[in-house]
C-alpha cells in the first residue's frame, strides 16, 4: 500500500535536477585592457599571483602589533564575521526545504460525554504517528534555486568580511603611520619653538642696546607666535590620532609602544608588476559577482512561481482507545495527501517578481561593472603615486638640504653682524617649512603604498579564485 508514495518520490528526486535559473555568463569588464602609461607611470608589466600578505609588508614591529589587536578586537570586523555566519544559517535553514521534514508525534485524548438519563462517559483514544506534512516536490527547481540564491548570498558575505578585514588592515596602519608622522611634526614644533624663543630673547637684548630696530623684534615676536600656534596644534592632532587608532585597534594602544621614525625602512616594497588575475583576488569584486549569481539564481526561483507547484503531506501511526492495544493487529491507519497549486489569476503579481528578479539582476551587473571601474582607479591612482613620490621625496630632501644650508650661513652672518635678524628670521622660517613638507612628503608617500596594497587585493596567498 506504500508503492504510490515511493513512485512519486522517486519521480520527485528524479525532476528535482530541474532548474529554471538562467545560465550565468560573467560580464565583460567596463575598464581598458591596460592600465594608463605615461610619465607619473611606472613600466608597470603582468605577474602572477604573488605571495604577498601584510605581516610581510609592514616591517615596523609596533604596526605588526596593533594589526594583530585589531583583527582581534575590532568590533566592526566582529559584526562582519557575524554577519557570515547568520547569512550561513540562512542557507542552512533554506537548504532544509530541499528535504522533508518527519515529525512523530504521540497523543492521548480523553472526553467525557454525556448520556441522556444516565452517567457520563469517559473515552479515551492513544494513537502514535510518523509523517510528513507540506513537503513541496520541487518538480521545477523552485527550492532549489532558493538554496542556491542563500548559499551565493553567504559566499557573497564572507567576501565582504574579507574585505572589511583588509581595509582594517589599511586603515589601521594609515591611522597608525599619521599618528607617528603628527607626533615628528610636534617635536620638530617643539624644536624650532626653542630656536625661535633664543631668538627673540637676543633680538630683545639687541633692540635695548641698540643695534636692532623695534621691527626685527616684532618679526622674531610673529616666529615665536606662529610656532607656539603650531605646537598646539600638533599636540591635538597627535591626541586624536591616538583615539582614532584606539578607535580602530579595539583595545587600549600601549603607552610602551617602540616608535621608529618615518624615514626608517616601514614598508617592504610591492612587487613591481601587476597581477594578471586582479578581479579574482580583490574581495570586493568577488563579493559583487556572488551578489549578481544571487541575482541570477533567484530569477529561476520566479520563473518556477508560474508552474505548478505539487506538496505531498503523508503518514502512518496506530490509534487505540487502550495504551495495551496500540500495538495490536487492526491498529494501524495511515493517510496520504498529495495536493496541487496551480496558480490561474494573480492580477499580474508572478510577472511582477519575475520582472523584479530580472531588474535586481541588472542592478547587481551595473555595481560589478562598477566594482571594476573602482579597483581600476584605485590601481591606477597607486600607480601614479608610486611614481611621482619618490620623485617628490627627493626633491623635497634637496629642499631641506638647500634651507639648513641657508639657515646656517644666515645664523653665521647674523651673529657675526654681516646681516640683520630679518634674514636669519626668514631662514628659520624656510627651514621650518621644509622640514614640515619632508615629514608629510613622507607620510603620503607610505599613506600611497597602503592603499597600493588594498587596491591590488591585499593579502592573496591564501585566496581560491571564485569558480563558474
Known sequence: MFRLPISLLSVALLLGGCSLIPDYQRPTSPSATQYPQGPAYPAASQVSSADQDWRRLFNDPALQQLIESALVNNRDLRVAALNVEAFQAQYRI????????????????????????????????????????????????????LSQQALLSWLA?????????????????????????????LALAHETLTADEQSLRLTTRNREAGKSSALEQIQAQTSVDSTRASLARYQRQVAQDLNSL???????????????????????????????????????????????????????????????????????????????????????????????????????????????SKLQKDINVAQYEKSIQTSFQEVADGLAARQTYQQQLQAQRDLVQATQDYYNMAQHR??????????????????????????????AQLVAEVNLYTALGGGWSTFEPITQ
Open 94 to 145: 533554506q537548504r532544509a526545504d530541499l528535504f522533508p521534514a518527519v515529525s512523530a508525534t504521540a497523543s492521548e485524548l480523553r472526553r467525557r460525554m454525556p448520556v441522556a438519563n444516565s452517567k457520563a462517559v469517559i473515552t479515551s483514544t492513544y494513537g502514535v504517528n510518523l509523517g510528513v506534512s507540506a513537503y513541496e516536490l520541487d518538480f521545477f527547481g523552485r527550492v532549489r534555486s
Open 414 to 443: 647674523y651673529q657675526s653682524g654681516v646681516d640683520s635678524s630679518l634674514v636669519f628670521l626668514d631662514a628659520q622660517r624656510s627651514l621650518f617649512s621644509s622640514q614640515q613638507g619632508l615629514i608629510t612628503d613622507r607620510l
Open 157 to 185: 558575505t564572507e567576501e565582504a568580511r574579507r574585505s572589511a578585514q583588509l581595509s582594517l588592515v589599511a586603515n589601521v596602519a594609515n591611522a597608525y603611520l599619521t599618528w607617528r608622522a603628527d607626533q615628528e611634526l
Open 246 to 356: 584606539t578607535l580602530l585597534v579595539g583595545a587600549p594602544v600601549p603607552d610602551t609602544l617602540p616608535a621608529r621614525p618615518l624615514s626608517s625602512d616601514l614598508l617592504a616594497q610591492l612587487p613591481a608588476g601587476l597581477p594578471s588575475d586582479l578581479l579574482q583576488r580583490r574581495p570586493d569584486i568577488v563579493q559583487a559577482e556572488y551578489q549578481l549569481r544571487a541575482a541570477n539564481a533567484n530569477i529561476g526561483a520566479a520563473r518556477a512561481a508560474f508552474f505548478p507547484s505539487v506538496s505531498l503531506t503523508a503518514n502512518a501511526g496506530t490509534s487505540s482507545s487502550d495504551l495495551s492495544g496500540l500495538f495490536k493487529g487492526g491498529s494501524g491507519a495511515w493517510l496520504f495527501q498529495p495536493q496541487i497549486n496551480l496558480p490561474v489569476f494573480n492580477a499580474g503579481s508572478l510577472r511582477a517578481s519575475l520582472d523584479y
